[in-house]
């Protein structure tokens, strides 16, 4: 018999795991609902229901080209993703922490979302 899958503790999971919770917790912020997936596996890091609509989000952090200072950030390249069962990306800048959905994949409704300020 054996026991669990090992789980990467490495610094990789953690960012992961701490932009997950920050994207969860400004979601709440906004007046939604979250759910989180407990395991590292599948697609979807957040199930997020808001003013009766509900969509499924996976979580990127913006990653830094180290080329010339300041660095510079790109968005995360998108998910290939079943149109039958859409997954939408969250994308947050890891310095300023500006939390927006990417730019080829934006739910229809929620546009303006994380415009939204919270106080």
């Known amino acids: 018999m054996t026991g669990p899958k090992s789980i990467d503790s490495g610094t990789e999971a953690r960012d992961g795991d701490y932009w997950e919770h920050y994207v969860a917790i400004e979601a709440w912020r906004r007046g939604a609902e979250v759910y989180m997936n407990l395991g590292r596996s ?3 890091d957040l199930v997020i229901e808001h003013e009766g609509r509900i969509i499924k989000c996976d979580v990127k952090a913006r990653s830094a080209v180290a080329k010339g200072y ?3 950030y790109y968005q995360p390249a998108t998910t290939k993703m ?3 069962k859409p997954i939408f990306m969250v994308c947050v800048h890891p310095v300023t922490k500006q939390i927006h959905w990417h730019e080829s ?3 229809t ?3 303006g979302f994380w415009d939204e300020a919270t106080y």
């Open 42 to 44: 599948g697609k979807t």
């Open 70 to 72: 300041p660095h510079r």
């Open 82 to 84: 079943d149109t039958d």
């Open 105 to 107: 994949r934006v739910p």
């Open 109 to 111: 409704g929620w546009e």
